[in-house]
């Protein structure tokens, strides 16, 4: 079974900042595209940014444009989100999504609250 787990939620004011991570047991992590995909009650889910395995091809939501960045260390299997000037309409469950040959493996979530 392919392993996905994300770390580093938490609770931050307006402006705050936080570091995801997302590592996974996928057996060809090269060859992995990864994503960052947030949730929250009344809204559905969202795209937040994605990485290709060569760090190639990068996107990001525009509502976090600018304020987050992605990136990926293949060595370790793992995927980062670097989150700043976070707001209150961050607040989300964030999942990280895995996608190799066309399969999609998801992780259990993070929560990241954002208080105003």
């Known amino acids: 079974q392919v392993q996905v787990l994300e770390s580093g939620g938490g609770l931050v004011q307006s402006g705050g900042s936080l570091n995801l991570s997302c590592t996974t047991s996928?057996?060809?992590?090269?060859?992995?595209?990864m994503n960052w995909f947030r949730q929250s009650p009344g809204r559905e889910r969202e795209l937040v940014a994605g990485?290709?395995?060569?760090?190639?091809?990068?996107k990001y939501g525009e509502s976090v444009k600018g304020r987050f960045t992605i990136s990926r260390d293949n060595a370790k299997s793992t995927v980062f989100l670097q989150m700043n000037n976070l707001k209150p309409e961050d607040t989300a469950i964030y999942f990280c999504?895995?996608?190799?040959?066309?399969?999609?493996?998801w992780g259990q979530g993070t929560a990241v609250t954002v208080s105003s």
């Open positions: 996928v057996y060809d992590f090269k060859n992995t595209a």
């Open positions: 990485i290709s395995w060569a760090a190639g091809i990068i």
């Open positions: 999504n895995v996608r190799v040959m066309g399969q999609h493996y």
